[in-house]
């Protein structure tokens, strides 16, 4: 784990997202209850639509563009549609949050 | 010689080494007992009850002065220590005695978190934490008219707020986050714990920031908050959290970081110093339950008297009650992945239950309302008990492992006789029952016999629930289409039900509707969302989240990514000026397409997220406002060029629709809303085919409705002709409002009127003009919030959460 410091709680809005820029692409932090965040790629599988624009509802996101919904925690698609999207590890620590860049990093990037 | 042993800090943890200290050794130490508080031992735990009035301060004393005097304890109470030496081994008080030990145990708890606001040393601001704040709250209550401001909604807040109230103090809690015990409580439980304060008289504003304390002659006076709200008090009580109190330990070269460090033995870093309780720091652990606390004093008192003994910090699940409200909490039930939800509400009862389930095992539970069954869910946690047996039951408890289900038919068949279920046409229960006697079988049946539903048919589910309950198996009910699958009302339902319990927030519909999710869905949000604002304009403020990318970020989201921005251009009107503005912003934020609308403005297409704020700004800076272009609401009124420069034109509709689109603009309605006005009947603003047009014609303006020309083609139906340009856009109002008061969320007008029927909707704001006029002042009030350009406000306020959070593509490339 490399436990990078992001941004405070509150920079993120309740039931919204922030995207982080990594040498992997966007990646969309969301912040799902109080002190409850969670990371997944910003990519949709589907068309490409930017999930940090989406409807976060319970621990899902619904993708803007076609309504792929995703869990944020396996990062897989719920319902009828298949697909997955990356996960990344993050914790709250008094009031920041912070993401585990560790496969976010070009080492990993450039294999 | 028997050794020396100094105590600092009498609280529980202390109080209750030292019981096993003289159960199992009582003449190994000669015991000295520091406490800066003047007195020993009490349950810090009861406060609440001592400030409530149920307890006096003596039932909450756990080792009174006899028990310090027969077990030969010094009592040095009201005296602080200000220094350990620990190359000397003494301590120094604040008398300035200097007093030696063998061994000593530091156990100075933690120090209320005061928030360093300006005016914070007033006198008469205080925290909760000891019998002096409790004695200043119960010393308020004797005063007459006596206001009291609580800042922190956790626990130790609501406990002052609640105490305060008891004691007929008018009180306020100010809360930071959105809603109350955040920590222990999910919103819904929030919300109804709010409901129950503010029902015993406390006023709760949550998501309210405190700026500063206000003070007259060194006393303080009110509490100001950032939106300039001034909350007036005698007393302001500080509950926003503990610190571990680690000053004299850290002065004295002792190893800290959140807490004293100690190893498993509960020895600091010097061999000779001991610590335990609230001010520790266990392998990365701080402690504020009594439970592991008390663990600890077992093994202090084991390491004191040279015995094997470790602590362990056991993950034990955490519970707590709140005085005077039915609520339960345990366990963990925010953080983790692989969890999943169990919500039960009934909102009759005001009952909300919910069970966190991970790896078939209860992990968290939250309870309102009813919390019977509080301890068993806890002991589920606690003994990590394998649930999957009785999952379907599981939250009905235990007393209903197996057993039946609940009649979700019970609230209409307990309705009574002359209870109003179609408000249209002021049918009652019994009527409605009355016709099923006769004969009536189906919902048409009673509709033809006693108009039930007939008109607005919002009240379609409960006539059709009254057949039900009457006619039993008889009668089968259709099978109505719920809003999604987070609740099995309509939208109908979900409307009616809005207004008629004046539900104002969303975890106020989640509750009080029974929704099965704990904050709904992409489907079910946005319609929500818009129900409230459109029902109580001045209550409910929009929510951003529960809006779809476009009216989130107020432009249109491309296929790429990209957005596409339109400005507003007034009934189609524009200046060399703008169109000069929108060319220069064009160039410089490299827009690939501009393009032409059909609803007589400019879009420009591909703009990057992160340049809308500096675009709008742009834009606005040349008087340009949104074109609300991306939204379920108003967006062009299309004219024609009228009387101004048309040989034919019989009215001026260009100024008309001028006027209508500045009266209109801003306004959100279920789906989206646009208009024409045409100069003369040649209709080259293609009015007829519009939700709402007019048509010029000598005599007056021709009002019509209901038209479309997308996925369906249709031509507008006549609602009424009118002779001015103000009793034009009156009537364009109240249509407006009825519209938004009653429509189902994504129902175009036409797809709404086809449902009521136009001559309902004529009989409402035609015929009945005082109604008009009420529909046309409301419109009017849900305006003074809302007719405002968005553009203006996020590139002065939010510009910042266009752009990513952080870039960590700068650290890879190293």
Same mark, same amino acid.
């Given at each position: 784990?490399?436990?990078?410091?992001?941004?405070?709680?509150?920079?993120?809005?309740?039931?919204?997202?922030?995207?982080?820029?990594?040498?992997?692409?966007?990646?969309?932090?969301?912040?799902?209850?109080?002190?409850?965040?969670?990371?997944?790629?910003?990519?949709?599988?589907?068309?490409?639509?930017?999930?940090?624009?989406?409807?976060?509802?319970?621990?899902?996101?619904?993708?803007?563009?076609?309504?792929?919904?995703?869990?944020?925690?396996?990062?897989?698609?719920?319902?009828?549609?298949?697909?997955?999207?990356?996960?990344?590890?993050?914790?709250?620590?008094?009031?920041?949050?912070?993401?585990?860049?560790?496969?976010?990093?070009?080492?990993?990037?450039?294999? | 010689?028997?050794?020396?042993?100094?105590?600092?800090?009498?609280?529980?943890?202390?109080?209750?080494?030292?019981?096993?200290?003289?159960?199992? =050794?009582?003449?190994?130490?000669?015991?000295?007992?520091?406490?800066?508080?003047?007195?020993?031992?009490?349950?810090?735990?009861?406060?609440?009850?001592?400030?409530?009035?149920?307890?006096?301060?003596?039932?909450?004393?756990?080792?009174?002065?006899?028990?310090?005097?027969?077990?030969?304890?010094?009592?040095?109470?009201?005296?602080?220590?200000?220094?350990?030496?620990?190359?000397?081994?003494?301590?120094?008080?604040?008398?300035?005695?200097?007093?030696?030990?063998?061994?000593?145990?530091?156990?100075?708890?933690?120090?209320?978190?005061?928030?360093?606001?300006?005016?914070?040393?007033?006198?008469?601001?205080?925290?909760?934490?000891?019998?002096?704040?409790?004695?200043?709250?119960?010393?308020?209550?004797?005063?007459?008219?006596?206001?009291?401001?609580?800042?922190?909604?956790?626990?130790?807040?609501?406990?002052?707020?609640?105490?305060?109230?008891?004691?007929?103090?008018?009180?306020?809690?100010?809360?930071?986050?959105?809603?109350?015990?955040?920590?222990?409580?999910?919103?819904?439980?929030?919300?109804?714990?709010?409901?129950?304060?503010?029902?015993?008289?406390?006023?709760?504003?949550?998501?309210?920031?405190?700026?500063?304390?206000? !003070?007259?002659?060194?006393?303080?006076?009110?509490?100001?908050?950032?939106?300039?709200?001034?909350?007036?008090?005698?007393?302001?009580?500080?509950?926003?959290?503990?610190?571990?109190?680690?000053?004299?330990?850290?002065?004295?070269?002792?190893?800290? !970081?959140?807490?004293?460090?100690?190893?498993?033995?509960?020895?600091?870093?010097?061999?000779?110093?001991?610590?335990?309780?609230?001010?520790?720091?266990?392998?990365?652990?701080?402690?504020?339950?009594?439970?592991?606390?008390?663990?600890?004093?077992?093994?202090?008192?084991?390491?004191?008297?040279?015995?094997?003994?470790?602590?362990?910090?056991?993950?034990?699940?955490?519970?707590?009650?709140?005085?005077?409200?039915?609520?339960?909490?345990?366990?963990?039930?925010?953080?983790?992945?692989?969890?999943?939800?169990?919500?039960?509400?009934?909102?009759?009862?005001?009952?909300?239950?919910?069970?966190?389930?991970? @790896?078939?095992?209860?992990?968290?539970?939250?309870?309102?309302?009813?919390?019977?069954?509080?301890?068993?869910?806890?002991?589920?946690?606690?003994?990590?008990?394998?649930?999957?047996?009785?999952?379907?039951?599981?939250?009905?408890?235990?007393?209903?492992?197996?057993?039946?289900?609940?009649?979700?038919?019970?609230?209409?068949?307990?309705?009574?006789?002359?209870?109003?279920?179609?408000?249209?046409?002021?049918?009652?229960?019994?009527?409605?029952?009355?016709?099923?006697?006769?004969?009536?079988?189906?919902?048409?049946?009673?509709?033809?016999?006693?108009?039930?539903?007939?008109?607005?048919?919002?009240?379609?589910?409960?006539?059709?629930?009254?057949?039900?309950?009457?006619?039993?198996?008889?009668?089968?009910?259709?099978?109505?289409?719920?809003?999604?699958?987070?609740?099995?009302?309509?939208?109908?339902?979900?409307?009616?039900?809005?207004?008629?319990?004046?539900?104002?927030?969303?975890?106020?519909?989640?509750?009080?509707?029974?929704?099965?999710?704990?904050?709904?869905?992409?489907?079910?949000?946005?319609?929500?969302?818009?129900?409230?604002?459109?029902?109580?304009?001045?209550?409910? =403020?929009?929510?951003?989240?529960?809006?779809?990318?476009?009216?989130?970020?107020?432009?249109?989201?491309?296929?790429?990514?990209?957005?596409?921005?339109?400005?507003?251009?007034?009934?189609?009107?524009?200046?060399?000026?703008?169109?000069?503005?929108?060319?220069?912003?064009?160039?410089?934020?490299?827009?690939?397409?501009?393009?032409?609308?059909?609803?007589?403005?400019?879009?420009?297409?591909?703009?990057?997220?992160?340049?809308?704020?500096?675009?709008?700004?742009?834009?606005?800076?040349?008087?340009?406002?949104?074109?609300?272009?991306?939204?379920?609401?108003?967006?062009?009124?299309?004219?024609?060029?009228?009387?101004?420069?048309?040989?034919?034109?019989?009215?001026?509709?260009?100024?008309?629709?001028?006027?209508?689109?500045?009266?209109?603009?801003?306004?959100?309605?279920?789906?989206?809303?646009?208009?024409?006005?045409?100069?003369?009947?040649?209709?080259?603003?293609?009015?007829?085919?519009?939700?709402?047009?007019?048509?010029?014609?000598?005599?007056?303006?021709?009002?019509?409705?209901?038209?479309? =020309?997308?996925?369906?083609?249709?031509?507008?139906?006549?609602?009424?002709?009118?002779?001015?340009? @103000?009793?034009?856009?009156?009537?364009?109002?109240?249509?407006?409002?009825?519209?938004? @008061?009653?429509?189902?969320?994504?129902?175009?007008?036409?797809?709404?009127?086809?449902?009521?029927?136009?001559?309902?909707?004529?009989?409402?704001?035609?015929?009945?003009?005082?109604?008009?006029?009420?529909?046309?002042?409301?419109?009017?009030?849900?305006?003074?919030?809302?007719?405002?350009?968005?553009?203006? @406000?996020?590139?002065?306020?939010?510009?910042?959460?266009?752009?990513?959070?952080?870039?960590?593509?700068?650290?890879?490339?190293?």
């Amino acid at each position: 784990m490399s436990w990078i410091d992001i941004c405070d709680l509150s920079d993120i809005p309740l039931r919204g997202a922030r995207i982080v820029k990594t040498a992997v692409g966007c990646v969309a932090v969301f912040r799902t209850d109080d002190a409850e965040v969670f990371a997944t790629s910003d990519r949709c599988p589907h068309k490409g639509g930017p999930l940090s624009e989406g409807i976060v509802h319970g621990k899902k996101v619904t993708c803007p563009l076609h309504n792929w919904v995703f869990s944020l925690e396996s990062g897989e698609a719920q319902g009828a549609d298949e697909g997955q999207i990356a996960t990344y590890a993050t914790q709250v620590v008094e009031g920041r949050v912070l993401l585990d860049a560790s496969a976010l990093t070009t080492g990993v990037a450039a294999e | 010689m028997t050794q020396k042993l100094i105590i600092i800090g009498a609280g529980m943890a202390a109080g209750r080494a030292l019981e096993h200290l003289f159960e199992q =050794a009582p003449d190994a130490y000669d015991v000295t007992l520091f406490n800066a508080e003047p007195r020993g031992t009490y349950n810090r735990i009861m406060l609440s009850p001592v400030l409530s009035g149920d307890k006096s301060f003596e039932e909450i004393v756990t080792h009174t002065a006899e028990w310090y005097e027969e077990n030969g304890v010094t009592c040095r109470f009201g005296e602080k220590v200000v220094n350990i030496d620990r190359a000397a081994k003494t301590v120094t008080s604040d008398t300035g005695d200097v007093l030696p030990y063998d061994r000593l145990v530091i156990a100075t708890g933690s120090n209320p978190f005061i928030i360093p606001l300006p005016g914070h040393d007033l006198d008469g601001v205080i925290a909760y934490r000891d019998l002096e704040d409790t004695n200043a709250m119960i010393a308020l209550g004797d005063k007459p008219d006596a206001k009291a401001v609580v800042i922190g909604g956790g626990l130790l807040g609501l406990e002052a707020a609640a105490g305060l109230a008891l004691r007929g103090v008018d009180v306020t809690v100010v809360h930071i986050m959105g809603h109350l015990m955040e920590r222990q409580l999910d919103e819904a439980a929030g919300y109804l714990l709010r409901k129950a304060l503010v029902d015993k008289g406390i006023t709760v504003k949550c998501s309210a920031n405190s700026k500063e304390i206000l !003070g007259e002659n060194g006393k303080v006076k009110a509490l100001l908050l950032d939106d300039g709200t001034e909350l007036p008090c005698d007393l302001l009580v500080m509950a926003v959290g503990i610190r571990p109190s680690v000053v004299l330990a850290s002065d004295a070269g002792l190893a800290t !970081g959140r807490g004293i460090h100690v190893d498993d033995q509960m020895v600091t870093s010097d061999e000779n110093i001991l610590s335990l309780g609230e001010c520790v720091e266990h392998n990365g652990d701080v402690f504020g339950l009594v439970a592991p606390i008390f663990d600890q004093a077992k093994v202090l008192t084991k390491t004191l008297l040279g015995e094997e003994a470790s602590f362990v910090n056991k993950e034990v699940a955490t519970k707590l009650k709140v005085t005077g409200c039915d609520l339960f909490s345990a366990g963990d039930f925010a953080d983790g992945e692989g969890r999943e939800d169990i919500v039960f509400r009934d909102p009759a009862r005001g009952v909300y239950k919910r069970l966190v389930i991970e @790896e078939n095992r209860i992990v968290g539970a939250v309870m309102y309302g009813d919390t019977a069954d509080g301890n068993w869910f806890f002991g589920l946690i606690k003994d990590r008990e394998d649930i999957s047996e009785m999952r379907d039951t599981l939250i009905f408890g235990p007393a209903y492992q197996g057993g039946d289900s609940l009649d979700p038919m019970a609230a209409v068949a307990a309705l009574p006789a002359d209870a109003e279920i179609c408000g249209c046409n002021g049918v009652c229960k019994g009527q409605i029952v009355d016709a099923i006697g006769n004969g009536a079988t189906t919902l048409e049946d009673v509709r033809a016999v006693t108009k039930a539903s007939g008109s607005c048919g919002t009240c379609t589910g409960l006539v059709e629930q009254v057949l039900s309950v009457t006619l039993g198996d008889d009668f089968v009910m259709p099978a109505a289409k719920s809003v999604c699958g987070c609740t099995d009302l309509t939208h109908e339902d979900v409307r009616r039900l809005i207004k008629s319990r004046a539900l104002k927030s969303q975890p106020a519909v989640w509750q009080e509707l029974g929704w099965s999710t704990p904050n709904g869905c992409h489907v079910c949000r946005p319609a929500i969302n818009y129900y409230l604002l459109a029902d109580w304009p001045l209550d409910y =403020a929009d929510d951003p989240q529960s809006r779809f990318v476009n009216e989130r970020n107020h432009a249109n989201i491309q296929k790429d990514g990209t957005y596409s921005v339109v400005p507003r251009m007034w009934g189609g009107i524009t200046t060399p000026d703008e169109l000069r503005a929108i060319a220069d912003a064009a160039d410089k934020f490299d827009v690939p397409t501009v393009k032409v609308t059909g609803g007589q403005r400019i879009d420009l297409l591909g703009v990057k997220k992160e340049d809308l704020p500096a675009i709008w700004f742009d834009l606005n800076q040349a008087g340009l406002v949104s074109g609300h272009a991306y939204s379920k609401g108003l967006r062009t009124v299309k004219t024609c060029v009228g009387t101004d420069h048309c040989r034919f034109g019989t009215q001026d509709s260009t100024g008309l629709g001028i006027k209508l689109e500045k009266h209109l603009w801003g306004s959100w309605t279920p789906h989206k809303l646009k208009l024409a006005v045409s100069g003369c009947p040649r209709n080259c603003a293609e009015a007829t085919c519009k939700d709402i047009g007019v048509i010029c014609v000598d005599s007056g303006y021709e009002v019509s409705v209901a038209g479309a =020309a997308g996925m369906e083609v249709k031509e507008t139906q006549l609602l009424c002709k009118v002779g001015s340009e @103000e009793e034009a856009i009156e009537v364009i109002s109240a249509m407006t409002q009825i519209y938004r @008061e009653n429509a189902k969320y994504l129902d175009r007008i036409w797809k709404w009127v086809d449902k009521v029927g136009l001559d309902w909707v004529k009989a409402q704001i035609v015929d009945d003009l005082k109604n008009r006029k009420a529909l046309a002042e409301r419109f009017e009030i849900s305006q003074s919030v809302y007719r405002t350009d968005p553009w203006a @406000e996020h590139a002065r306020e939010k510009a910042e959460t266009y752009q990513p959070i952080a870039n960590l593509t700068l650290e890879a490339a190293e």
